[in-house]
């Protein structure tokens, strides 16, 4: 269950990166237009007010790498993991409604992606087994704007008044409500669910593997939305 989570994170700070590497200016310096490209994005405001210690290890980085010649796959690659590991760690906290919000922008851009290619749609989830791609050329400015509102309300709501408290019968729900849904995959997908398991045996079955993915989250999305928002913090509880 927990590598089926991981797909569907990936791609979170990669516009950011992309979009500071596309826009540089030789008019401003690198440090400037980190900043200025970072303040127009609602996700990395809120990392700087929540985590300012964390923002400042991920500013220096980038900035670091960029100025040894990395590529921005290469940037994108070294701090995503801190990006995904914050936001799975504040959907235990998120209330209901913006877990399931926050997949359901995930499911949208996933879809978005696959139109492009299912090797675009694998990379994108995948990164990496295949590397990564740069959603910027992909994906609408509506949707990138949309995930990075949905991103940032969910990182605020998971530490304001309303806040989640994960129980155990949550849990024990959750591992109860997802059994029908993995049962239809399997039933639809036979062996070829064992890629979730083990991602670059996906390769080569790049649309399958994407359509799994999908198939999976938007069963759970058909669930009741606080039963949906359980199996989420379920599934990417990195503490399980």
């Keep these: 269950m927990k590598k089926w989570s991981t797909a569907l994170l990936a791609g979170v700070i990669s516009f950011m990166a992309f979009a500071w590497i596309a826009h540089r200016s030789p008019a401003k310096t690198d440090d400037e237009q980190f900043d200025a490209i970072v303040s127009t994005m609602p996700t990395y405001q809120v990392l700087k007010e929540q985590e300012p210690q964390l923002w400042q290890s991920i500013r220096t980085?980038?900035?670091?790498?960029?100025?040894?010649?990395?590529?921005?796959?290469?940037?994108?690659?070294?701090?995503?993991?801190q990006v995904l590991n914050l936001q799975m760690q504040r959907l235990q906290t998120a209330p209901?409604?913006?877990?399931?919000?926050?997949?359901?922008?995930?499911?949208?851009?996933?879809?978005?992606?696959?139109?492009?290619?299912?090797?675009?749609?694998?990379?994108?989830?995948?990164?990496?087994?295949?590397?990564?791609?740069?959603?910027?050329?992909?994906?609408?400015?509506?949707?990138?704007?949309?995930?990075?509102?949905?991103?940032?309300?969910?990182?605020?709501?998971?530490?304001g008044p309303n806040k989640h408290t994960v129980t155990p019968q949550e849990r024990e729900h959750a591992q109860q409500d997802i059994k029908p849904v993995a049962q239809q995959l399997s039933q639809k997908y036979g062996q070829d669910l064992a890629i979730m398991s083990n991602p670059a045996s996906g390769v080569g079955k790049e649309k399958i593997t994407c359509n799994?993915?999908?198939?999976?989250?938007?069963?759970?999305?058909?669930?009741?939305?606080?039963?949906?928002?359980g199996v989420i913090r379920f599934a990417i509880d990195s503490s399980k």
């Design 61 to 81: 980085r980038a900035l670091t790498m960029q100025k040894e010649g990395k590529i921005e796959q290469q940037i994108v690659d070294a701090i995503q993991p």
């Design 212 to 229: 799994i993915v999908q198939d999976l989250w938007n069963g759970v999305l058909t669930l009741p939305q606080d039963k949906a928002a």
């Design 96 to 159: 209901d409604e913006n877990v399931v919000a926050y997949m359901k922008i995930n499911m949208e851009q996933t879809a978005a992606v696959q139109k492009v290619s299912d090797d675009d749609c694998y990379r994108f989830l995948f990164p990496d087994v295949k590397g990564g791609i740069n959603p910027i050329r992909i994906l609408s400015q509506d949707l990138f704007h949309r995930r990075m509102e949905i991103d940032a309300a969910m990182m605020r709501a998971a530490v």
